[in-house]
Every structure is written in C-alpha cells, then in structure tokens.
T-cell receptor, first 110, second 116 residues
Framework: KNEVEQSPQNLTAQEGEFITINCSYSVGISALHWLQQHPGGGIVSLFM???GKKKHGRLIATINIQEKHSSLHITASHPRDSAVYICALLSNFGNEKLTFGTGTRLTIIP | EAQVTQNPRYLITVTGKKLTVTCSQNMNHEYMSWYRQDPGLGLRQIYY???????DKGDVPEGYKVSRKEKRNFPLILESPSPNQTSLYFC???????????????FGAGSRLTVL
C-alpha cells in the first residue's frame, strides 16, 4: 500500500464549481505540502500545513492529523485552475524527506 | 526577485559523459533539494540539504552526487549518466527558520535531461 494516496486521479468540472481534492496517508508526518503543477511543467507551492486550516484567495487547505487526511478546496473554480495538484508528506523524523502523491489532474471547463 | 534558478533547462547528452545541473537560490534558504519527475512515478526526492556541508539521501540517490559548499548553490552531479536518468529534474528551496508562513517550497523551472 502506498504511503500517500490522492483522490480523485482526474477531475473535470464546470467553471464556478466547488472543487475538493483529497490526500490520505498512512504514516506519521510533521507537515504536508500542497503543490500545483501547470501544463507547462512549473511547480508552485500552495500551502504547507501541520494542523487546522489555511486559506489563500480561493484556495483552502485543511488537515486532520489524527485521521491522516488532508483536503484542498477551490471555490469558484476557473479555467486557469486547471493543473495537476500534488500533496507531499514531510517526514516526522526531524529530517526533510518528502514523499509525494501521484497527483490529481484538474480540468475546469469554461 | 526571489527565485530558484536551474541550468541548463534542456540537455541532451550521451551515456557516460559527466554532467552537472546547477541550482542557485537568492532567498538565503537553509533547505535545498533535488527531485526527479517521471511519467507514472510522479515526483521523487533524490538528495536534500539542510544547510551548508549537510546533505542526505532521498528515495532515489543512486547515480547522483550533490554538494553544498555555499548556502545559495546545490549542484546535482551525474558522474556517468545512463538512459534511465532521462527525466525532468526540479530543484527547490525553503526556509527552515523564521515564521511558518515562510516555509513553503520555492521550485526552479525544471531541467529536462535526455541521456542517449
């Protein structure tokens, strides 16, 4: 079983819809990153969180450490949100090892 | 502008010809790391460094070397490249100290390497 699983793998939605992407993991972590990779390949870090909830514009990330689950939400989705979203686990062994999910490909249709 | 700069962005080389991919950051970040991205396998960590002269292996270090002689630079060295090292490589950095809001990763633009 993979240490980190993302769902769904692919998601297509209409512009304006509320989007939820999930990340479940099976190991202890110190924090979790959410990354966005655009079709051109560039990667942008959206959030790093170790508890609770963070919000930036239309993006909201939540994490429940006890349930080993994190979600990324996009409100009022827009075609420019089309990208691959990747969660990455930061090891809790005091080092900086990162384990990546396989990503969720999001397509927003105008 | 705060950024991570990788060079070269694209490279085609042949088996066994040593090459170095450079990575430089201008944010005084303690942490730097290299990743490779392959279809179906996603991103995997190669090596990382938590400060000058401190490096450690990630999940796929075989065939790679790194060094961290200065805080701003973290080159990735392929001593004898092989075709299975054909991949898209990313360097990233982040602050380990300071307010937690500053701790997100900053990625370079990526280096596409082809080994024939």
């Amino acid at each position: 079983k993979n240490e980190v699983e993302q769902s769904p793998q692919n998601l297509t939605a209409q512009e304006g819809e509320f989007i939820t992407i999930n990340c479940s993991y099976s190991v202890g972590i110190s924090a979790l990153h959410w990354l966005q990779q655009h079709p051109g390949g560039g990667i942008v870090s959206l959030f790093m969180l170790s508890s609770g909830k963070k919000k930036h514009g239309r993006l909201i990330a939540t994490i429940n450490i006890q349930e080993k689950h994190s979600s990324l939400h996009i409100t009022a989705s827009h075609p420019r949100d089309s990208a691959v979203y990747i969660c990455a686990l930061l090891s809790n062994f005091g080092n900086e090892k990162l384990t990546f999910g396989t990503g969720t490909r999001l397509t927003i249709i105008p | 502008e705060a950024q991570v700069t990788q060079n070269p962005r694209y490279l085609i080389t042949v088996t066994g010809k040593k090459l170095t991919v450079t990575c430089s950051q201008n944010m005084n970040h303690e942490y730097m790391s290299w990743y490779r991205q392959d279809p179906g396998l996603g991103l995997r960590q190669i090596y990382y460094s938590m400060n000058v002269e401190v490096t450690d292996k990630g999940d796929v270090p075989e065939g790679y070397k790194v060094s961290r002689k200065e805080k701003r630079n973290f080159p990735l060295i392929l001593e004898s490249p092989s075709p299975n090292q054909t991949s898209l490589y990313f360097c990233a950095s982040r602050a380990l100290l300071g307010p937690s809001g500053a701790n997100v990763l900053t990625f370079g633009a990526g280096s596409r390497l082809t080994v024939l």
